[in-house]
């Protein structure tokens, strides 16, 4: 969920930040860069488990999207402000991953409890169903032994036409 999060979002708001700081509207290719590199983004925060200070991990890897985001923005337009970042640019992305890493760790705690609790209304869907016991086991016995002449008389002989022949 946080991989999805991430990438989306970091693609979303690297487009709403970069409107709000001034930036011009993205060409059909640098929001086709975007895209790879918000899902880039995306895809190696859903590999990556974080026990501690996952807020700030999320924020991490928000900025990263954001850098991407930008990057590939101001690849595609011409800027009034060239490839230097303005302060009210920097403003808008920075509130953006504030704002958006905040929403995603609370996003990702919301969906924890309800799961718990979900788990905790209905517990009876969840437990498995006894298997009885087999009342009468089948023992497989030796079967018939097969004929010794077969077993003899395989071994023998030329492989070939009969002698007739």
């Given amino acids: 969920m946080r991989g999805a999060f991430v990438g989306s979002t970091s693609g979303a708001v690297s487009v709403a930040a970069h409107a709000l700081g001034g930036g011009t509207t993205p060409t059909e290719s640098?929001?086709?860069?975007?895209?790879?590199?918000?899902a880039a983004v995306g895809a190696?925060?859903?590999?990556?488990?974080v026990d501690r200070h996952q807020l700030l991990f999320v924020a991490a890897a928000l900025t990263l999207g954001?850098?991407?985001g930008h990057v590939a923005l101001?690849?595609?337009?011409?800027?009034?402000h060239g490839q230097q970042l303005g302060p009210?640019?920097?403003?808008?992305?920075?509130?953006?991953?504030?704002?958006?890493?905040?929403?995603?760790?609370?996003?990702?705690?919301?969906?924890v409890a309800a799961l718990s609790a979900l788990t905790r209304r209905i517990p009876a869907s969840f437990v498995e169903v006894p298997v009885p016991a087999p009342v009468a086991v089948c023992v497989p016995s030796d079967g018939p032994m097969p004929a010794r002449w077969l077993l003899?008389?395989?071994g023998t002989g030329t492989r070939g036409p009969p002698q007739s022949a």
Avoid at 74 to 80: C, E, F, Y
Avoid at 91 to 102: E, I, N, R, T
């Fill in 44 to 49: 190696t925060i859903a590999s990556v488990r």
């Fill in 88 to 111: 009210a640019m920097v403003a808008a992305h920075a509130l953006a991953v504030a704002v958006s890493a905040l929403l995603i760790r609370a996003g990702e705690r919301g969906c």
């Fill in 152 to 154: 003899v008389g395989s």
């Fill in 30 to 38: 640098s929001v086709v860069l975007l895209m790879l590199g918000c």
């Fill in 74 to 80: 101001a690849m595609g337009a011409v800027h009034p």
């Fill in 66 to 68: 954001q850098a991407i």
